[in-house]
């Protein structure tokens, strides 16, 4: 159901956008995540967008992601993770994912329900 994909080599200050391809009658109505897991550490949060189209995110990001999404059709929808400014403790695998708790806000990888299955983003030096 979720399916991500954008990832890539860029140079540090760079910008990159990911996609997730979702799909699925109730993710209107969920939130969307995104997630990072970097080599040797563990997964991370990165920022995420409500049902009702509000975004937060991380501490370490905010201010250089933006999350956006969008519905062609009432069953498929499609989110963005706009990464600007890049630094090379950006790199890391990203994972978009899917918790049904659509309004609160959802920080932790556990209460996300469906995932996608990562694509990798390298930031060189």
């Known amino acids: 159901q979720l399916q991500a994909s954008g990832g890539g080599l860029v140079q540090a200050g760079g910008s990159l956008r990911l996609s997730c391809a979702a799909s699925?009658?109730?993710?209107?109505?969920?939130?969307m995540g995104w997630f990072r897991q970097a080599p040797g550490k563990e997964r991370e949060f990165v920022g995420a967008?409500?049902?009702?189209?509000?975004?937060?995110?991380?501490g370490s990001v905010k201010g250089r992601f933006t999350i956006s999404r969008h519905s062609a059709e009432r069953t498929a929808w499609t989110v963005w993770l706009q990464m600007n400014s890049l630094k090379p403790e950006d790199t890391a695998v990203y994972y978009c994912a899917a918790s049904a708790y659509g309004l609160a806000t959802v920080t932790e990888s556990r209460q996300y329900d469906y995932w996608g299955q990562g694509t990798l983003v390298t930031v060189s030096s």
């Open positions: 967008i409500r049902r009702s189209g509000s975004t937060y995110y991380a």
């Open positions: 699925g009658r109730a993710l209107g109505s969920y939130t």
